[in-house]
C-alpha cells in the first residue's frame, strides 16, 4: 500500500483532512486537467468505503463521453493503490 502523501497532491491536502474530519457533506473541487481532483477524490472514495463496511458510493462526472474510461478507470486505481 503506498503512502497517502504519494497519492494526494499537496494542493488536495487540506480537502483530505477536511474529509477525514468530517467537516462538509459536499465537496466542490476546482482545478484544470492535470489538477490531480480526480486522483484525489477517488482515493477518498475508496478510503471511505474501506472505513464504513455499509458505505455506497455513486460517481458523477459531468464532461466525458464515457464514465468507464474516465471515473471507472480512477476509481479501479485507487483501489489498486491502496491495496
Not at 465537496?27 to 489538477?35: D, K, V
Not at 455513486?58 to 491502496?82: N, P
Amino acid at each position: 500500500m503506498a503512502k497517502l502523501s504519494d497519492l494526494i497532491a499537496p494542493s488536495f491536502y487540506d480537502v483530505h483532512l477536511a474529509v477525514k474530519n468530517y467537516r462538509y457533506t459536499h465537496f466542490w473541487l476546482s482545478g484544470g486537467r492535470g489538477s490531480t481532483k480526480s486522483s484525489c477524490i477517488s482515493i477518498e472514495i475508496v478510503l471511505g468505503l474501506m472505513g464504513d463496511e455499509q458505505a455506497n458510493a455513486t460517481v458523477f462526472r459531468k464532461v466525458k463521453d464515457t464514465c468507464r474510461k474516465s471515473v471507472y478507470e480512477q476509481c479501479i486505481w485507487a483501489i489498486e493503490m491502496l491495496g
